[in-house]
């Protein structure tokens, strides 16, 4: 096949498109309440990319927002999703750095659970075309988040002590990761059926204490790590 003739068919294949469905929150509540509705594709503003969705990750805020928990809730109606990787279906006038056919990751924070999405060329995230979206995907929310937290925010140099809250989760696994590599001394905080996780990490696991409210406390540390 001539260069470039696959990423052609594909963006006359994906173009011949003129609807695309996405999911829809009508209710504050579980899964139940999403819907599935068709919008009709437009053309991408100036300045900004068409993406055909690959894989849209399935996050905390996005449960939070639909149950109205979050600090500051979407309106009634939304399309939650807070990070995508998807392919380039079409350019808007005036962006140079993305064309049909790339791969590519946005943090999107609604909006993400749709057949397409439609992305500023600045927000978009190179995704080499190897990598499975799926797997790419979850890196997206909790590895920005971690990195910023431990690099830019606390500027963290190894040998530091760190104590992770929610080391478990998406984000904490993440921080236990890039904790690592930056030669941190990490604690974690989580349930006890999540210690051996947080030690393959290297970090010594902290027991969440509960009464019938919830968590109450912490467990001696030493005794949590021997």
């Known amino acids: 096949m001539p260069e470039g003739s696959g ?3 594909a963006n006359a294949d994906m173009s011949s498109h003129t609807k695309y469905k996405r999911l829809l929150v009508t209710q504050r509540g579980g899964p139940e ?9 437009r053309p991408p503003a100036a300045s ?5 969705v ?21 309106r009634l109606p ?23 056919g790339d791969r590519v990751a946005a943090l999107t924070v609604y909006g993400g659970y749709a057949e397409y999405v439609y992305v500023a060329e600045k927000k978009l995230i190179p995704v080499p075309a190897a990598l499975d979206p799926a797997e790419v995907v979850p890196l997206i929310l909790n590895y920005i988040v971690a990195y910023q937290t431990l690099h830019r925010a606390a500027r963290v140099k190894a040998g530091q002590t760190a104590l992770l809250i929610g080391a478990s989760g998406g984000i904490g696994t993440a921080l236990l990761q890039l904790g ?3 030669g941190l001394k990490m604690y974690g905080l989580a349930s006890a ?21 919830g968590p109450t406390g912490v ?7 021997s």
């Open 7 to 9: 990423r052609a068919a």
């Open 78 to 100: 939304f399309t939650p999703g807070y990070a995508i990787v998807g392919a380039v279906d079409a350019a808007g006038t005036g962006v140079t750095q993305a064309q049909a």
């Open 219 to 225: 467990a001696d540390p030493l005794k949590a790590g």
């Open 54 to 74: 690959l894989a849209a990750a399935v996050s905390l805020p996005d449960v939070e927002a639909r149950y109205g928990r979050s600090p500051f809730p979407p």
């Open 193 to 213: 059926g999540k210690h051996a996780a947080l030690a393959e990490y290297g970090a010594t696991p902290i027991e969440y204490l509960f009464n019938k409210w």
């Open 48 to 52: 900004e990319v068409r993406i055909r």
């Open 33 to 41: 309440t999403l819907r599935i509705v068709e919008n009709d594709l």
């Open 180 to 182: 690592r590599l930056a």
